[in-house]
């Protein structure tokens, strides 16, 4: 009897398919090799992860396996294994939660060694004119053509194509009109080749540190597939922990992952690690696909001791791995928001269970999550209380902006802030000022009839970015010039609101010597410059930095004297239950950022509800009465972490249509009842559209994973663009707008 093949093809198909596998590749089909087959009319390449003697039933005729797209196995039998676990979790097929745990080079047959260059051609003081030539009638090239030219004129092609939220059709029609010319370079094997990093020696632990160190290495030593929550105050040592547990695990033969958030992954977050070892790897998307492709052999040959990297970086092939990091365990960026839609904390979990090694889930501030499972005893607490190398916990000062907006000349830096702010310039300190909103203005309103100007694409209003002399949509990408009067009226538009723009223009403007810069995505898009701007703040050449939550977490500077929170409540009433937890996760967050040196810190939090205990609880960094406060309301209300959720997203560009498709899923989940499950809605989305899409949703609150899994089930063959209207599944989301 012959042999035969189960694929998994990256495509939303629940089953797997069977193709025969010829004698002359007898040999050389095993699991975790790429196979081309026969799909339908087409041929596609797809992931082998089973071999036996079993044909298909009686009366199908397999189709054979044409051919193979390597010699070895791409993946291991633990990778399979989790991709399974990872399709099962998220509600999607093997084979897509397979594509996604490889690198998009590595899926390439001979991977490219070159990246592609995009160039502005011609005089860059004519680009203004010509974008607005463009605007009117070829909006995405406008577009692409302005971002090229604020980035110096040189971008490569997908990191252009990801800026400007477009595909490559835009920038080939600015090639054929002259105005870009594209190239090839070659590209870097190694990111950090021509950057050698001196070796240091491990510092001295305190008793909290030794005592978390030694609990976790000995269940690293053991092989127990456990997971710790390290939970330390800002400033308190948990890099130094994970570092000497490190060097223990590759003394014993074993590797380890460190999973971080893309907003951290700073060349001062990776110097850390590289000052103690040799081999480390990086794997992030600020690498070009051939870097990523390169690292990613390099880790699957073995030549890596420790990879660095963000979410997908869970996926890594290392040959023997020991121990898995989570730091920042409770960043919202850990979650996946494209098919599979995991969360790396629960698939780090699940490979270590796989892999017999042992999870840490480093912050100061976790999600209640969790800390529901660290109280349940899911996992183990391990505290760090204090911060060390002589730093304190910072004064805190906070200013009630219902009264400060009563004064006259009032803008949006008190009176407290701006004194301190002088105070601390005066010290030869460093400031960072914090408002998690970008753009100079928040909304244009008409003064007349009283409407904000609104993205003609999506449900939200369009911020002014004024130096780019721009209004943006921060949702689709959608830009235009500012308008003279009211689309609605014709009466005038005033500027309403601000962001880290208008806040960067107001300090320049008091604070005439200060050296000021500016991180938020529309100043940090470019490659390396993340590495500039914090270089240029450790070296002292910049005093005031502003940013958003880009500054609020990972940066260790000691000369910084002074935090200005400018609106700490600018996301606590978002439609979102948990709106409340990632205000005091940020304020907890951002206050860490000072006191960590000798002359200690100061922070200046101003609020419009200074006395909500989000806030009051963020600026002191007391989770546990944070914790006692929303978990009964959590309970209460039936969400995590006291059930799990699945929201159901329909989009159409019809509207009737969309909201037929999440009616008929309504339909299915309530059909004959579904034991655990509580269906809420369906209603509209809180942003009924983005870029031309109708958004409706439902919420399905789920007791337990058997609940999840039963609702999974009956979605099957429900999902995907059907009947003209998409429809979305994302297992525990980490937004609901």
């Given at each position: 009897m012959g042999r035969f093949a189960r694929v998994a093809p990256p495509l939303p198909v629940a089953d797997l398919f069977t193709y025969s596998i010829p004698p002359s590749l007898a040999d050389d089909v095993v699991p975790g090799v790429r196979v081309r087959v026969p799909f339908g009319n087409r041929r596609l390449s797809a992931m082998c992860v089973g071999v036996?003697?079993?044909?298909?039933?009686?009366?199908?005729?397999?189709?054979?396996?044409?051919?193979?797209?390597?010699?070895?196995?791409?993946?291991?039998?633990?990778?399979?294994?989790?991709?399974?676990?990872?399709?099962?979790?998220?509600?999607?097929?093997?084979?897509?939660?397979?594509?996604?745990?490889?690198?998009?080079?590595?899926?390439?047959?001979?991977?490219?060694?070159?990246i592609e260059i995009a160039e502005l051609q011609g005089d860059p003081r004519a680009v203004g004119p010509k974008v607005d030539e463009l605007q009117e009638k070829r909006e995405k090239q406008a577009r692409t053509l302005r971002i090229l030219a604020q980035r110096g004129g040189v971008l490569p092609v997908r990191e252009l194509m990801n800026l400007a939220h477009v595909s490559r059709s835009p920038v080939e029609s600015l090639v054929k009109a002259g105005l870009v010319a594209l190239k090839r370079e070659r590209a870097s094997k190694d990111p950090l080749a021509g950057d050698p990093v001196p070796r240091t020696d491990p510092l001295e632990l305190t008793p909290e540190q030794r005592s978390a160190t030694e609990r976790i290495d000995a269940a690293c030593a053991r092989g127990d597939a456990k997971t710790f929550l390290l939970h330390g105050v800002t400033g308190s040592g948990k890099t130094e922990v994970y570092l000497q547990v490190l060097d223990a695990v590759v003394k014993r033969g074993r590797q380890g992952i460190v999973l971080v958030p893309e907003i951290s992954l700073t060349p001062q977050t990776v110097r850390r690690f590289r000052e103690r070892f040799d081999r480390v790897a990086v794997l992030h998307s600020h690498l070009t696909d051939a870097e990523r492709a390169d690292q990613w052999r390099r880790i699957r040959a073995g030549e890596a001791d420790v990879v660095v990297g963000a979410r997908s970086a869970v996926f890594a092939p290392v040959p023997s791995l020991g121990l898995i990091v989570l730091d920042e365990e409770h960043e919202t960026s850990f979650k996946q928001q494209n098919v599979p839609r995991y969360h790396a904390r629960e698939v780090a979990i699940e490979r270590a269970a796989i892999d017999d090694a042992v999870v840490v889930l480093g912050t100061?501030?976790?999600?209640?999550?969790?800390?529901?499972?660290?109280?349940?005893?899911?996992?183990?607490?391990?505290?760090?209380?204090?911060?060390?190398?002589?730093?304190?916990?910072?004064?805190?000062?906070?200013?009630?902006?219902?009264?400060?907006?009563?004064?006259?000349?009032?803008?949006?830096?008190?009176?407290?802030?701006?004194?301190?702010?002088?105070?601390?310039?005066?010290?030869?300190g460093q400031i960072l000022l914090f408002l998690n909103r970008r753009g100079w203005a928040s909304v244009m309103l008409c003064r007349t009839c009283r409407t904000p100007m609104r993205c003609p694409h999506c449900d939200v209003s369009m911020t002014l970015h004024r130096r780019a002399n721009r209004v943006l949509c921060h949702y689709c990408g959608h830009e235009q010039p500012p308008p003279r009067e009211c689309p609605s009226c014709n009466g005038h538009l005033a500027p309403l609101g601000y962001g880290t723009e208008k806040v960067e223009e107001e300090v320049r403007q008091t604070f005439l010597h200060a050296r000021v810069a500016r991180m938020d995505s529309d100043t940090m898009s470019g490659r390396g410059a993340h590495a500039a701007v914090l270089s240029a703040f450790g070296s002292g050449e910049t005093d005031v930095l502003i940013g958003t939550q880009m500054i609020a977490k990972g940066l260790d500077f000691p000369n910084v004297l002074l935090v200005?929170?400018?609106?700490?409540?600018?996301?606590?009433?978002?439609?979102?239950?948990?709106?409340a937890e990632r205000t005091f996760q940020l304020l907890a967050q951002v206050t860490g950022r000072t006191g960590r040196g000798p002359k200690g810190g100061r922070v200046v939090v101003q609020a419009w509800n200074p006395r909500h205990i989000s806030i009051t609880t963020g600026v002191a960094q007391d989770y546990e009465a944070f914790a006692r406060h929303e978990l009964p309301q959590r309970e209460e209300m039936g969400y995590p972490p006291y059930s799990r959720l699945v929201r159901v997203i329909t989009h159409a560009p019809d509207e009737t249509a969309s909201q037929r498709r999440i009616e008929a899923v309504s339909d299915l989940l309530r059909q004959d009842g579904m034991?655990?499950?509580?269906?809420?809605?369906?209603?509209?989305?809180?942003?009924?559209?983005?870029?031309?899409?109708?958004r409706f949703h439902l919420v399905a609150k789920c007791d337990d994973d058997g609940a999840v899994s039963a609702l999974l089930g009956r979605l099957v063959g429900h999902t995907g663009p059907i009947r003209k209207a998409r429809v979305l599944v994302d297992v525990d989301p980490v937004g609901m707008l």
């Open positions: 036996d003697d079993v044909p298909p039933p009686e009366g199908v005729a397999p189709k054979p396996v044409l051919g193979l797209l390597e010699t070895e196995p791409l993946v291991g039998p633990d990778i399979l294994e989790l991709a399974r676990r990872t399709a099962a979790r998220t509600g999607c097929s093997w084979g897509e939660a397979l594509d996604a745990s490889l690198p998009p080079a590595v899926k390439l047959a001979r991977p490219s060694r070159t100061a501030t976790p999600s209640l999550e969790a800390w529901h499972h660290a109280i349940e005893g899911d996992y183990e607490r391990l505290v760090l209380p204090e911060r060390v190398a002589g730093g304190r916990s910072p004064e805190i000062l906070m200013v009630d902006l219902t009264v400060e907006e009563r004064r006259d000349g009032f803008r949006f830096l008190s009176d407290q802030l701006r004194a301190h702010m002088e105070d601390t310039l005066a010290r030869q200005g929170v400018v609106a700490a409540d600018s996301a606590l009433f978002l439609p979102d239950y948990r709106a034991p655990g499950v509580t269906v809420l809605g369906p209603a509209p989305a809180p942003i009924p559209r983005i870029n031309r899409q109708y």
